[in-house]
C-alpha cells in the first residue's frame, strides 16, 4: 500500500505487479477508513470553488451536465487508465511530470476508429450539429431511451428515429412527422416523464473524442488522487480574448503553500502564488499561446 508517489516509486522498485498496486489502491479508496472522511462538498479557506477534494469512487454519481428537461449524472467509472498510468512512471525510470499526465488523460478520450458508438455520433454531426457538446448530450438519452423501449432493432436504427424525431420536434420538419409519431409509440413515455436524470458511466466517453474541461478534469482528479496527491477539482471561469465560459479545471498541492493549476483542455500546467489564490484570478497564455484568464468563483 501507498500514499504518495515516493512510496509509490518503492513499491514499483519492489516488482509488484500493476493489477496488484491498483487492486490495493482502490480497495483503500472505497474503505470505511476513506469513505468515513469523504466529503462530497468542501470548503477551503484559500480555495471555495471546490467541487471534489477526494477520490471520487463510482458509487458517486456527480451532477455537471445539465439540461432543459434532462439532468445527467456521471458515473466515473474509469479505472483502466491507472494501468497505463503506472507503466508512464515505469518507462521514465520513475520520474513523473504534470505534462505527461495530461497527455495520458487526453489520449484516453482522443477519438479512437473503434470506438463502440462512432456511427451513432457521426449520424449526429451530419444530421444535426457538428458541435460535440451536443453529442455528448444526446449520446446519454438515446442510449438511455433504447434500453427502455420496445424496438427490437439494432441501436443505430433507433438513433435515426431519435434525430428524425428531433428535426420534427425542434424544426417542425414535417416530412419527419410519421417517424417521429413512431419513435413516440415505441418509448416509454412513463418512464421518461418520471425520470428526469441520466446516469451515464464516464467510461461510455473513452475514444469518442468527445471530452472536454469537464470530462479531463474528473479523470485528472482521480489520477492525481491515485498517485497520493491532494487534489481539488475545480468551478471557474475561462476567459480567452472576450469570450468568458463555464470551464472546470484541477488545483494541485505539490507542498504547503504550493499549488499548481492543470488544465486539461488548454494544456495548462502553471505556478498559483498566494497573490493568485487570494485574488481568484490567473492570467497565462495555452498550448495555442493565446491568452488567457482563470477566474476562480
Do not use: W
Amino acid at each position: 500500500m501507498f500514499s504518495n508517489l515516493k512510496e509509490l516509486k518503492q513499491i514499483i522498485d519492489k516488482n509488484y505487479k500493476n493489477e496488484e498496486i491498483i487492486h490495493d489502491r482502490l480497495n483503500f479508496f472505497y474503505s470505511d477508513e476513506y469513505q468515513n472522511n469523504y466529503v462530497q462538498y468542501t470548503k477551503d479557506n484559500k480555495i471555495e470553488s471546490i467541487i471534489f477534494k477526494y477520490f471520487i469512487t463510482d458509487k458517486v454519481n456527480i451532477n455537471l451536465i445539465d439540461q432543459a428537461k434532462i439532468c445527467f449524472l456521471y458515473k466515473v467509472d474509469i479505472v483502466d487508465i491507472y494501468n497505463d498510468l503506472i507503466n508512464i512512471i515505469k518507462d521514465r525510470n520513475n520520474t513523473f511530470s504534470f505534462a505527461s499526465l495530461i497527455l495520458l488523460v487526453r489520449k484516453y478520450f482522443a477519438f479512437n476508429e473503434q470506438y463502440v458508438y462512432k456511427d451513432i455520433i457521426h449520424m449526429l454531426q451530419k444530421r444535426i450539429s457538428l458541435d460535440n457538446y451536443f453529442a455528448k448530450k444526446h449520446l446519454p438519452i438515446i442510449l438511455d431511451q433504447y434500453d427502455k423501449s420496445s424496438f427490437k432493432s439494432e441501436l443505430l436504427d433507433f438513433s435515426s428515429l431519435y434525430v428524425d424525431n428531433y428535426l420534427y420536434k425542434s424544426n417542425n420538419d414535417i416530412k419527419y412527422k410519421k417517424t417521429s409519431i413512431y419513435y413516440n409509440s415505441i418509448i416509454d413515455s412513463s418512464y421518461i416523464q418520471a425520470n428526469k436524470k441520466i446516469i451515464f458511466p464516464l467510461s461510455k466517453l473513452k475514444g469518442s473524442g468527445l471530452a472536454s474541461c469537464v470530462e479531463y478534469s474528473l479523470v485528472m482528479h482521480n489520477c492525481l488522487c491515485f498517485l497520493g496527491f491532494d487534489s481539488f477539482l475545480i468551478k471557474s471561469k475561462l476567459k480567452i480574448n472576450l469570450e468568458e465560459e463555464d470551464h472546470m479545471l484541477v488545483i494541485v498541492k505539490v507542498k504547503n503553500n504550493c499549488y499548481k493549476l492543470i488544465d486539461c483542455a488548454q494544456y495548462v500546467v502553471k505556478d498559483l502564488t498566494s497573490k493568485d489564490i487570494i485574488h481568484k484570478r490567473l492570467e497565462t497564455v495555452n498550448v495555442h499561446n493565446d491568452k488567457i484568464k482563470y477566474l476562480f468563483e
